[in-house]
C-alpha cells in the first residue's frame, strides 16, 4: 500500500484489534470515509521474503481470518454483523459437510482432510467469537482459544 503521509497523520496507524487481515480493508473504509481516494493497481506485487503464518499455521490462519472478517463488520456495518455472522456460520457447516462427504467417498484425500481441519477451526471461531492462539491448535486437539479482538 501506498499513503502520503499526512493520510497516515490524519488516519491514524492500522487497527490493532484485527488479530489478523482486514487491517488493510479497514484502513481503507477509514480513507475513504475522510474522502480519499482509494484505488487498485492490478499490476502490483508483492513478494514476501521469508515464512508466512498462511504457511506457517494454515489451519489456524484460516480460521482466526474469520475473526477479522467480524471485527471489521462489527466496526463498519453493525447493523450487517448478525446477517452476516449467520450467513459465515451456515456456510462454513455447509464446507464441513461436503468435505466430509468427499471423504467418505475419497477415504484419505489429503485436501480434503487438511482443508475439513481448516473448516473445523474456522467453525469454532464463528461459534465462539474467539481467535486460536498460534501454536495451539495442534496441541490441544480443538483449539485453545485467544482472547478475540472482537470482543
Request: hydrophobic share 45%.
Amino acid at each position: 500500500m501506498l499513503m502520503r503521509r499526512g493520510a497516515i497523520e490524519r488516519l491514524g496507524g492500522l487497527d490493532e484489534r484485527f488479530f489478523l487481515m482486514y487491517e488493510d480493508v479497514d484502513w481503507c473504509k477509514r480513507a475513504q470515509d475522510e474522502g480519499y481516494t482509494v484505488m487498485f493497481w492490478p499490476g502490483a506485487s508483492i513478494v514476501h521474503i521469508g515464512g508466512s503464518f498462511w504457511k506457517q499455521e494454515p489451519v489456524v490462519t484460516f480460521a482466526n481470518s474469520h475473526v477479522s472478517g467480524m471485527t471489521y463488520f462489527k466496526k463498519h456495518h453493525p447493523r450487517s454483523l448478525g446477517l452476516v455472522h449467520a450467513a459465515s456460520k451456515t456456510g462454513m457447516r455447509l464446507k464441513v459437510a461436503l468435505l466430509k462427504l468427499k471423504l467418505a467417498v475419497r477415504p484419505g484425500d489429503e485436501y480434503a482432510l487438511k482443508h475439513l481441519e481448516m473448516a473445523n477451526a474456522a467453525a469454532e471461531v464463528l461459534r465462539t467469537g474467539k481467535a486460536i492462539a498460534y501454536g495451539k491448535w495442534h496441541e490441544t486437539g480443538e483449539g485453545a482459544a485467544a482472547p478475540s479482538p472482537a470482543a
